[in-house]
T-cell receptor
Framework: DTAVSQTPKYLVTQMGNDKSIKCEQN?????MYWYKQDSKKFLKIMFS???????INETVPNRFSPKSPDKAHLNLHINSLELGDSAVYFC????????????FGQGTRLTVV | AQTVTQSQPEMSVQEAETVTLSCTYD???????LFWYKQPPSRQMILVIR??????QNATENRFSVNFQKAAKSFSLKISDSQLGDTAMYFC????????????FGKGTKLTVNP
């Protein structure tokens, strides 16, 4: 069973479109994250949710809106896509207490054309 | 603010040899955790090893071990008996307790194991 799964794995779309990436974890973790990996492989956190509550929002344009319907899911919706949004987006989860390591999904490669 | 620095953008090693990847970090927190993640061409982020800052003993996982120097804020990864499957990007990461609990990553080191 996949612990953290994201869909889709690949997404190609035109500028100006709206798209969503879904993430689910079956580890029973309290905290979920979205990270962005740019073309130079640099990983930077975008959002963090703990028990459906937003706890980190790292200066991300408000075109990006995370939604957590329950603590096992954290979806990322992106409005009015721009060329600069092209990147790999990773979902991750962790157990907040004890600061354990984060488990990552397989990533979604978003290409905006 | 927390920062993680990996000063080696690329490294290469011959199969069966040993290689050490460098990482330095900065934080004002006393309680924190350090990690090495591996990202092979498949893109999956895989945890290699973790170290709790309060532990003096260096963590070891099979062929992977760390040299944790808390005073110097250094956290290097040693890979022994390198294998072709070790070819990947390696990321050093820092997680602090008590503040915003997010992983801060270094820029990565691309390791190539040559046959």
């Amino acid at each position: 069973d996949t612990a953290v799964s994201q869909t889709p794995k690949y997404l190609v779309t035109q500028m100006g479109n709206d798209k969503s990436i879904k993430c689910e974890q079956n580890l029973g973790h309290d905290t979920m994250y979205w990270y962005k990996q740019d073309s130079k492989k640099f990983l930077k956190i975008m959002f963090s949710y703990n028990n459906k509550e937003l706890i980190i929002n790292e200066t991300v344009p408000n075109r990006f809106s995370p939604k957590s319907p329950d603590k096992a899911h954290l979806n990322l919706h992106i409005n009015s896509l721009e060329l600069g949004d092209s990147a790999v987006y990773f979902c991750a989860s962790s157990q907040r207490s004890g600061a354990t390591e984060a488990f990552f999904g397989q990533g979604t490669r978003l290409t905006v054309v | 603010a927390q920062t993680v620095t990996q000063s080696q953008p690329e490294m290469s090693v011959q199969e069966a040899e040993t290689v050490t990847l460098s990482c330095t970090y900065d934080t004002s927190e006393n309680n924190y955790y350090l990690f090495w993640y591996k990202q092979p061409p498949s893109r999956q982020m895989i945890l290699v090893i973790r170290q709790e800052a309060y532990k003096q003993q260096n963590a070891t996982e099979n062929r992977f071990s760390v040299n944790f120097q808390k005073a110097a804020k250094s956290f290097s990864l040693k890979i022994s008996d390198s294998q072709l499957g070790d070819t990947a990007m390696y990321f050093c990461a820092l997680l602090t307790e008590g503040g915003s609990e997010k992983l801060v990553f270094g820029k990565g080191t691309k390791l190539t194991v040559n046959p």
